[in-house]
């Protein structure tokens, strides 16, 4: 069993999953969560109902749509001063700024994958997920990459999940 990261008091880490949807940001933000023993925040879980019926209804959002949900995700992660793992798209530079806006210092590790795994993967979990394939493909128009912001670690979202975890934890500071 892998040692678990337990942050220290002057090390705390407060990270963002990002991605497109169906590259896994919800598995491994629960892997990294209990990795690093920290709260997840389930990004899609703070969605309100209207954002939710849109995107069933395979509605696109829109910035508008998604500016209460990133204030309160911003909210959720300030809320955790020992640190939090967040679930979260966060496709636009400028939603990423919102949460760094919150907590500063604020990690993303952005699962990089491409539009066509994507499409299957979200196309398999047809009506177990809020999300449909038919919405994948504005995903992919609304991604401004986070890759070169200060903060970011890309990952291939189709490598084991193991090796996922081994890869952010290597990165994270050392306690």
């Known amino acids: 069993m892998p040692k678990l990261y337990v942050p220290s008091m002057t090390t705390m880490v407060w990270m963002v999953v ?3 949807s169906g590259c896994g940001k919800s598995s491994l933000g629960a892997a990294l969560a209990q990795a690093c023993a920290l709260p997840l925040i389930e990004g899609d879980d703070f969605h309100p109902a209207e954002n939710v019926s849109k995107m069933r209804a ?4 829109t910035d508008a749509d998604r ?3 990133l204030a309160t995700l911003g909210r959720e992660l300030a809320a955790r001063p020992q640190g939090a793992v967040l679930t979260c798209s966060a496709l ?6 919102r949460l760094r806006s919150a907590v500063p210092g604020l ?3 952005f ?4 539009r066509e795994e994507s499409e299957r993967r979200v196309a398999s979990r047809a009506g177990a997920h809020m999300f449909p394939a038919s919405l994948v493909a504005n995903q992919f128009a609304t991604l401004e990459s986070p890759v070169g912001e ?3 670690l890309a990952v ?6 193991a090796e996922l975890v081994a890869q952010v934890r290597a990165w994270l500071p050392k306690a």
């Open 150 to 152: 200060a903060g970011v």
């Open 58 to 61: 395979g509605i696109p959002l």
């Open 67 to 69: 500016a209460d949900w």
């Open 156 to 161: 291939d979202a189709t490598a084991p999940m």
């Open 18 to 20: 990002m991605g497109v």
């Open 92 to 97: 636009k530079r400028d939603y990423r700024e």
């Open 111 to 114: 699962m990089e994958l491409t």
């Open 107 to 109: 990690r993303f590790v």
